[in-house]
């Protein structure tokens, strides 16, 4: 039986794929939210990994939901609506918070069609690199649902109150192009380019200490909703164990002896 979400470390390096091609990756089956899951817990727990790239197998990075299983009572609709709460509080949902909790930096590499929840997946990692040919589209409005995955939260923080609204509203496609224009992702590649330059950022991301790696990309998470003050508290906490790391000692011996540093994780 295929793997739906497979993980190879090369290195700090993880690459996480998305492994349902012939339905173009939907990530609202059981199946593939317990496999990402279970990714995304590894992820956190391989001490070896210091970044991670998400991309999908194929054509597409993710179709969102499985579109064959929507309509009455399909996939997480349930005839009573009690349950199709549930179902959506013990699926889907337990992804972007997840993806909130984890404290290794994702890179998404967006390879094809982002659409629907494949959107917000895209949005729930730090990073996205899109390839010439991805697309992007907050389209739950075209089935005539609403993003029960966290969209509404996590769209307007990347692109902006006004844009979140339009692709939202609209449920209308960006091109690669459009995204990179909106902020929705941070450069634009030839597919063929894609994995290489995601490799490349993911590359200097590793090379830092990984300890602060973890704790900036914390912070950067928490100040989209605690207040300056709590931030800073956090911060001053953070920063206390940050100085005690042999890294930070490491970091500023290499600088004085204008070598490179040689960070292990301590």
Known sequence: ?????????????????????????????????????????????????????????????????????????GGLNDPLPVRTRANYKKGIQRIPLAFAALEVPVIAAVNGAAIGAGCDLA???????????????????????????????????????????????????LDADAALASGLVSRVVEDDELLDAAREVAGRIAANPPYAVRMTKRLLWEGQSASLAGLLEMAASMQALAHATADHREAIAAMLEKRAPRFTGS
């Not at 991309?55 to 939901?65: E, I, K, M, V």
């Not at 499985?66 to 309509?71: A, E, L, Y």
């Not at 509404?152 to 939202?168: C, D, H, Q, T």
């Open 123 to 173: 949005c729930m990692c730090d990073i996205r690199i899109a390839g010439r040919s991805a697309r992007f589209a907050e389209s739950f409005v075209k089935v005539g649902i609403i993003a029960g995955d966290g969209g509404a939260w996590l769209l307007p923080r990347i692109v902006g109150f006004s844009k979140a609204s339009e692709m939202a509203l609209t449920g209308e496609m």
């Open 1 to 73: 039986m295929t793997d739906p979400v497979t993980y190879q470390r090369d290195g700090a390096i993880v690459t996480l794929t998305l492994n349902d091609p012939e339905q173009r990756n939907p990530i609202s089956d059981a199946g593939m939210i317990e496999a990402l899951l279970a990714a995304l817990a590894r992820l956190e727990a391989d001490p070896e990994a210091r970044v991670a790239i998400l991309t999908g197998a194929g054509s597409a990075f993710s179709a969102g939901g499985n579109i064959k299983k929507m309509g009455q009572a």
